[in-house]
T-cell receptor
């Protein structure tokens, strides 16, 4: 079945550091890929998405590129802020069309001033 | 104006009891979901309804019964609660475009259930 593997957390970085959170996937067909973010005490919010190979999703300074050859969708940001502290989830959609999202296990990011 | 709202936010109850969590969305979306998030933050889909019709029903004990009275509401009723049911339950909604799902889900703030 479909699956998503994220790098284990927690990840702690200093403000203005470069961020990479790795995500790889296994799926039949051609899924869409997503990054969701969960701030403390809140529900998940869509951060960015990519629907086909080589697409780059971007939002709030975060970027991720859909790499079909390496089945990856790594999240990057050039300069993180304290307000980026949250749990980040990589996810893929079922290409079968019933909108079942399969999530990774989440990566907790803490940014220290 | 909260887009996806769940009640209650916190629920503490004894094993064996029956409880319900309610969800409402004011986004006009056709599809609603229930997800379970365990203590390690792992998220797993439980159910999905599209226009009041059940379209996803994962391997969930039949003690869990979703009900969608209309497309803006999806409630979750749990019978005979067990310790392992303790988790945060998230409601979400989405809108399909062009007859296809977008994968863009809007989540509620979650309902933390603690079973003692």
């Amino acid at each position: 079945g479909d699956s998503v593997t994220q790098m284990e957390g927690p990840v702690t970085l200093s403000e203005e550091a470069f961020l990479t959170i790795n995500c790889t996937y296994t799926a039949t067909g051609y899924p869409s890929l997503f990054w969701y973010v969960q701030y403390p005490g809140e529900g998940l919010q869509l951060l960015l998405k990519a629907t086909k190979a080589d697409d780059k999703g971007s939002n709030k300074g975060f970027e991720a590129t859909y790499r079909k050859e390496t089945t990856s969708f790594h999240l990057e940001k050039g300069s993180v802020q304290v307000s980026d502290s949250a749990v980040y989830f990589c996810a893929l959609s079922d290409p079968g069309g019933n909108e079942k999202l399969t999530f990774g296990t989440g990566t907790r990011l803490t940014i220290i001033p | 104006d909260t887009a996806v709202s769940q009640t209650p936010k916190y629920l503490v109850t004894q094993m064996g009891n029956d409880k319900s969590i309610k969800c409402e969305q004011n986004l006009g979306h056709d599809t609603m979901y229930w997800y379970k998030q365990d203590s390690k933050k792992f998220l797993k889909i439980m159910f999905s309804y599209n226009n009041k019709e059940l379209i996803i029903n994962e391997t969930v004990p039949n003690r869990f019964s979703p009900k969608s009275p209309d497309k803006a509401h999806l409630n979750l009723h749990i019978n005979s609660l067990e310790l392992g049911d303790s988790a945060v339950y998230f409601c979400a909604s989405s809108q399909w475009r062009g007859g296809r799902p977008t994968g863009e889900l809007f989540f509620g703030e979650g309902s933390r259930l603690t079973v003692l």
